[in-house]
């Protein structure tokens, strides 16, 4: 695409104005929500102390890292995310290893995904998400002339895949497996993978996620939870009935803002994977479809900005792009379905709005690197080198 010289000289904001306002929006909504949902847990548990405001704290804390974190990732030109990409990798999949070491890991429920920091916790397979957008999409620009191929172009991405997706399902965490596999599998295809050999794998994949739900005793419980949550309320069906609850119970306009029922103490995980339920109970409908709103329009500009690098021959920022507003996306949409009943129920938070610390810090990193292409993309078309 070739800008004219008017187009050029026509005043350009710095920066996407609306992508970052949504942004903080949906940030400032997760803490509001956080805080209501946790109320009655932090008063009632000795580990934070019986403070009701424990974790209002805590999730403000982290707000405020990642906010600094993203102003700090948004000074670095993707040409050194690109040259960084290989050996951040490999650094986010030495942290998968270091976390199934006993001692170092932390267990929380059966899983052992964190590794403790003592003032924090550390959640590796989050920062490994922001890993394979970056080296998926520096891996397609170098391969662009074997895309077609299924030994020169997928099978080495293939193999590294296989040794992630093993140490995340030692975790196990199913739920980032699933979404790094998504965003490997999107960036290679929008780099110009061959849509056959796309089809071909997309299928292997799909068995290969159905042999490992038949094969994993507690994951078929979900399944089978999920397709009947009704059938056993008080056991494996526990969090979604109680979640559908708060759905219904909030209609369209919800019964006000702090007067949930089911955070207090029956909706297990309200203030994490669980915060769109009390969202829908204390804000209704209309609050939820804000929310997918705002998700919707994060992607949207994702791959808007993605096209516009395109146009300019930018194509690793535009891969990064576009890889940035699928891991968005696909968590958003899994975490919806799961509160909604239309997914089985995984450990996934809502991006930007539910309690956590690696996973906000490495979201706000991914659109702090968004905003960075695309204000890389507005001094390109002022004329400018960046």
Same mark, same amino acid.
Request: aromatic share 12%; proline share 4%.
């Given at each position: ?160 895949? $296989? ?5 995340? $399902? ?49 994951? $078929? ?42 955070? $207090? ?122």
């Amino acid at each position: 695409m070739f800008y004219t010289e008017a187009r050029l000289r026509a005043p350009l904001a710095d920066y996407d104005q609306g992508l970052v306002w949504v942004t903080l929006l949906l940030l400032g909504v997760g803490l509001v929500m956080v805080y209501s949902s946790s109320i009655a847990i932090a008063e009632g548990s000795r580990f934070s102390g019986y403070q009701p405001t424990y974790y209002l704290l805590r999730h403000g804390l982290f707000v405020a890292v990642s906010i600094a974190a993203a102003v700090a990732v948004f000074q670095v030109p993707l040409r050194l995310w690109q040259q960084a990409a290989p050996l951040l990798f490999l650094f986010c999949g030495a942290l998968l290893v270091l976390v199934l070491f006993p001692g170092i890991g932390r267990e929380v429920n059966g899983s052992q995904r964190w590794i403790s920091l003592h003032f924090a916790t550390l959640q590796p397979s989050e920062l490994m998400k922001l890993a394979v957008v970056l080296y998926a999409a520096d891996y397609t620009v170098r391969k662009a002339a074997h895309m077609d191929s299924l030994r020169k172009g997928f099978l080495p991405m293939f193999v590294v895949m $296989l040794v992630v997706g093993w140490l995340l $399902l030692r975790e196990p965490d199913f739920g980032a497996f699933v979404v790094i596999t998504v965003i490997a599998m999107g960036i290679l295809f929008l780099g110009g993978m061959n849509w056959r050999l796309f089809a071909g794998l997309f299928m292997l994949l799909l068995a290969g996620f159905v042999l490992l739900i038949v094969t994993s005793p507690y994951r $078929l419980q979900r399944i089978v939870g999920f397709m009947d949550p009704w059938a056993d309320a008080y056991g494996r069906g526990y969090q979604l009935s109680h979640a559908l609850i708060a759905f219904g119970r909030g209609e369209w306009l919800g019964v006000g803002l702090g007067a949930s029922v089911e955070k $207090l103490f029956y909706l297990p995980e309200a203030h994490t994977d669980f915060l769109l339920a009390v969202i829908a109970e204390e804000l209704g409908f209309l609050g939820v479809a804000a929310i997918i709103a705002g998700f919707a329009w994060i992607v949207m500009r994702a791959f808007v900005i993605g096209r516009r690098a395109t146009s300019l021959e930018r194509y690793y920022p535009a891969l990064v792009a576009q890889g940035m507003g699928l891991w968005i996306g696909v968590q958003a949409i899994i975490n919806i379905g799961v509160n909604t009943g239309m997914l089985p129920t995984k450990g996934l938070t809502l991006p930007l709005v539910s309690f956590g610390g690696t996973a906000l810090v490495s979201i706000c990193c991914a659109i702090a690197i968004l905003l960075r292409v695309d204000w890389e993309n507005r001094q390109l078309m002022r004329g400018f080198t960046v």
